[in-house]
């Protein structure tokens, strides 16, 4: 059963556009939010992460919006630039991150000149 | 500068065969992650481990095993490989308290 829901699986934005990635997830017990970037023939590395206690989390061009009621929580990324393209996915844990973590489906971003 | 690698990088192999994917990491982290890669699936559990002698089964176990001798290793045994098995696997590796996950380059497996 998928306990994260990510969406879209592709997405194509211009370069400086604002690319938004989904994700919806059903296990109140999940306290622990982060997103992982990867690039081709890499593994994922994690970029920014965020607790429900905050609605929102920046670090530099990269922002976390969470909605804990609605139980979402996305992934923005301001200024896009080719180098984002990349395969972001979102995950969930419990008890702050020391539990196992349980993965979106991924998302495949372009970013076109 | 520590690190966690997997070998072999690619692995082709015939259906039936045992086969063993590697994974070594050098910074001394006590839990340690099997996912497998497909597309439409992204990332899915087989197993982890939070210390030596511990092991624990992930969403998709069947037909794969651990075992964990020391806080370095975590060796992922394909008992019987089947085509079901053809995927990119990933290592990866976590202190307790740190949440961040890091992982290995993963290991291309094609089981004909």
């Known amino acids: 059963q998928q306990q994260v829901k990510q969406s879209p699986q592709s997405l194509i934005v211009q370069k400086g556009g604002i690319p938004i990635i989904n994700c919806a997830y059903e296990?109140?017990?999940?306290?622990?939010f982060p997103w992982y970037q990867q690039f081709p023939g890499k593994g994922p590395a994690l970029l920014i992460a965020?607790?429900?206690?905050?609605s929102e989390k920046k670090e530099g061009r990269f922002t976390i919006s969470f909605n804990k009621s609605a139980k979402q929580f996305s992934l923005h990324i301001m200024d896009s630039q080719p180098g984002d393209s990349a395969t972001y996915f979102c995950?969930?844990?419990?008890?702050?991150?020391?539990?196992?973590?349980?993965f979106g489906t991924g998302t495949r971003l372009t970013i076109i000149p | 500068d520590a690190e966690i690698t997997q070998s072999p990088r690619h692995k082709i192999t015939e259906t039936g065969r045992q086969v063993t994917l590697a994974c070594h990491q050098t910074?001394?982290?006590?839990?340690m992650f099997w996912y497998r890669q497909d597309l439409g699936h992204g990332l899915r559990l087989i197993h982890y481990?939070?210390?030596?002698?511990?092991?624990n089964k992930g969403e998709v176990s069947d037909g794969y095993s651990v075992s964990r001798s020391n806080t370095e290793d975590l060796p992922l045994t394909l008992e019987s490989a089947a085509s079901s098995q053809t995927s990119v696997y990933f290592c990866?590796?976590?202190?307790?308290?740190?949440?961040?996950?890091?992982f290995g380059p993963g290991t291309r497996l094609t089981v004909t």
């Open positions: 990866a590796s976590s202190n307790p308290g740190s949440n961040e996950q890091y």
């Open positions: 296990n109140t017990a999940f306290d622990y």
């Open positions: 965020i607790r429900p206690d905050v």
């Open positions: 995950a969930a844990s419990a008890n702050f991150g020391n539990e196992k973590l349980t």
């Open positions: 910074w001394n982290h006590n839990n």
């Open positions: 481990s939070y210390g030596v002698q511990d092991t």
